[in-house]
T-cell receptor, first 112, second 115 residues
Framework: GENVEQHPSTLSVQEGDSAVIKCTYS??????FPWYKQELGKRPQLIID?????GEKKDQRIAVTLNKTAKHFSLHITETQPEDSAVYFC???????????FGQGTELSVKP | DGGITQSPKYLFRKEGQNVTLSCEQN?????MYWYRQDPGQGLRLIYY???????QKGDIAEGYSVSREKKESFPLTVTSAQKNPTAFYLC??????????????FGQGTRLTVV
């Protein structure tokens, strides 16, 4: 069945450094790839998403890249700040608007 | 105040009992989802529904049941057949359609504990 693999499971960086989280998906029909941030005790919230007709999207310090051939997409956070510390989830959904499948999550810790 | 609401926030269940978690949305979304969150395992899909009176099993549907009698509501029942029900449960909703893969909004979650 459909699957999304996310790495690493934990990531620790110094404030100001960049952080990269990578995901791969199995369903070639997937065409929508959102990224969610979940702070401790709170619900996941969308931070950026990308559709399959786009290779890269940027929003201030956050960017996402998509390689459809390799079925691979990544989240890049530049100039990290302590408030970026949270769990980040990638996800994929197919073009039938069906299942929204999440990766296992990455716990990002930004040390001041 | 628009959004998606889950209740209760905390729920305690005795072994052998069925419990129902509520999820209501007023976003006019067709699609609704239930996820289970355990430490280190991400968000695992239990059930999802794209339209009223229709729903599909996710990856871990065993021991759970749902109904979708109204567009606004997608309750989840955790049955006694679920062997390890203690977890954090999240409900989400989104629009559907082949050309409209848009943001899924989450409820605040229900933490279920078996005592």
């Amino acid at each position: 069945g459909e699957n999304v693999e996310q790495h690493p499971s934990t990531l620790s960086v110094q404030e100001g450094d960049s952080a990269v989280i990578k995901c791969t998906y199995s369903d070639s029909a997937s065409n929508y790839f959102p990224w969610y941030k979940q702070e401790l005790g709170k619900r996941p919230q969308l931070i950026i998403d990308i559709r399959s007709n786009v290779g890269e999207k940027k929003d201030q310090r956050i960017a996402v890249t998509l390689n459809k051939t390799a079925k691979h997409f990544s989240l890049h956070i530049t100039e990290t700040q302590p408030e970026d510390s949270a769990v980040y989830f990638c996800a994929a959904r197919n073009n039938q608007g069906g299942k929204l499948i999440f990766g296992q999550g990455t716990e990002l810790s930004v040390k001041p | 105040d628009g959004g998606i609401t889950q209740s209760p926030k905390y729920l305690f269940r005795k072994e052998g009992q069925n419990v129902t978690l509520s999820c209501e949305q007023n976003l006019n979304h067709d699609a609704m989802y239930w996820y289970r969150q355990d430490p280190g395992q991400g968000l695992r899909l239990i059930y999802y529904s794209q339209i009223v009176n229709d729903f599909q099993k996710g990856d871990i549907a065993e021991g759970y049941s749902v109904s979708r009698e109204k567009k606004e509501s997608f309750p989840l029942t955790v049955t006694s057949a679920q062997k390890n029900p203690t977890a954090f449960y999240l409900c989400a909703s989104s629009t559907r359609g082949q050309q409209m893969n848009t943001e899924a909004f989450f409820g605040q979650g229900t933490r279920l504990t078996v005592v």
